[in-house]
Antibody
């Protein structure tokens, strides 16, 4: 079965760092782009950026450039989304997705809560 | 970045109704458009890709049409499990974007 499995929910304080993960299985991880999508509470979907695990080519939405870092470790079929200094406004559900066009596979989501 | 405007933002409909949701792009995107369904507490699910191609396993009551700047998602006969929020998404440009969503509620 093709799937993306994300790491569990996180509760952090403002200013802390965080790295969440997304592990692909059931397909050739290095042959498909992996992206990240943010959904703030009660709001719509926002595309953050994508990475091609085969060569680590990365593309960011202008809205998220400089705010997060997307990376991947192809040896363990895992993509990452990380923050160096979280803000309360980073509180959201984060989904990883497969593809650089239509997203046919979605992870289950990782809820990140940032609160003092 | 290309902006996608969905309308309406919400609608109320009854089981068996024909429902149409539109998505307008701020510039031409050919047929590089997808539609997703999201139910509360769940990840979105791909319904339509390339504007009109039905994703495997998606019921045939869902259809998509359009090209250029104007697109439509149609549900031919609304079923109880179709009450959800629907999003369009373009992949024509270097930066991908989503529409604001359309919530389909029970009348």
């Amino acid at each position: 079965e093709v799937q993306l499995v994300q790491s569990g929910a996180e509760v952090k304080k403002p200013g802390e760092s965080l790295k969440i993960s997304c592990k692909g299985s059931g397909y050739s991880f290095t042959s498909y782009w992996i992206g990240w999508v943010r959904q703030m509470p009660g709001k719509g979907l926002e595309w953050m950026g994508i990475i091609y695990p085969g060569d680590s080519d990365t593309r960011y939405s202008p809205s998220f450039q400089g705010q997060v870092t997307i990376s991947a470790d192809k040896s363990i079929s895992t993509a990452y989304l990380q923050w160096s200094s979280l803000k309360a406004s980073d509180t959201a559900m984060y989904y990883c997705v497969r593809g650089d066009d239509a997203f046919d596979i979605w992870g289950q989501g990782t809820m990140v809560t940032v609160s003092s | 970045a290309i902006q996608l405007t969905q309308s309406p933002s919400s609608l109320s409909a009854s089981v068996g109704d024909r429902v149409t949701i539109t998505c307008r792009a701020s510039q031409g995107i050919s047929s590089a458009l997808a539609w997703y369904q999201q139910k509360p507490g769940k990840a979105p699910k791909l319904l339509i890709y390339d504007a009109s191609s039905l994703e495997s396993g998606v019921p045939s009551r869902f259809s998509g049409s359009g090209s250029g700047t104007d697109f439509t998602l149609t549900i031919s006969s609304l079923q109880p499990e179709d009450f959800a929020t629907y999003y369009c998404q373009q992949f024509n440009s270097y930066f991908l974007t989503f529409g604001g969503g359309t919530k389909v509620e029970i009348k």
